[in-house]
């Protein structure tokens, strides 16, 4: 048997920002949708079950990715240990992770509104060694993406450079929004 579909259903970005708590004006509305709409439900209860696996690999270190600012707090409402750096677009920050770092995020600076597509690159400058992500989720209404980069391999990094770069790809064409520069130093432990 086939569930049936909700011809009112809740945008993702709804459910989302319910679970969150980020759009308390509609929340009653979107409980009592939910409360007769079992395809909604569902869709919730699918959300919930990711975030929760996130939360797993996030606690186990093993999470590279974009996240939104309000899931970053909703991590460190959960008790995550997260150690943020804000940087500015063409900027650099001073940066390390310590063991008691569950979470690392950067928040890129950079003018979204305009933009349709959005890559963003990571450079280990030390080794040469270059990861793009194509077609990252980001708020074009927010003036930042924020980076998770997977805690275990920060923690493997020797000091030295990393550079991350957004591009906004249109039509084809690449134009760079901002590069950010990180002089990460390896944590050596209590002196």
Known sequence: MTEPVCIRAIPTSGLLDYWLGDDVAAE?????????????????????RVARGIRRATRAGHFHGVLSASFVAALRGDGLRVREYHVPANGSVACTVT??????????????????????????????????????????????VVLAPDVAMLRE??????????IAVQDGAERELGSYTFDHTRFAGPG
């Open 28 to 48: 009653a509305a979107v409980e009592e949708h939910l409360m007769g709409c079992v395809h909604c439900s569902a869709r919730l209860e699918a959300l919930v």
């Open 99 to 144: 063991p008691d770092d569950d979470l690392v995020v950067s928040h890129l600076r950079a003018p979204l509104r305009d933009v349709q597509r959005l890559d963003l690159v990571f450079e280990d400058l030390p080794s040469g060694t270059e990861l793009r992500m194509s077609d990252v989720p980001f708020d074009p209404a927010a003036d930042a």
């Open 157 to 166: 990094f020797d000091t030295g450079l990393r550079r991350a770069r957004l």
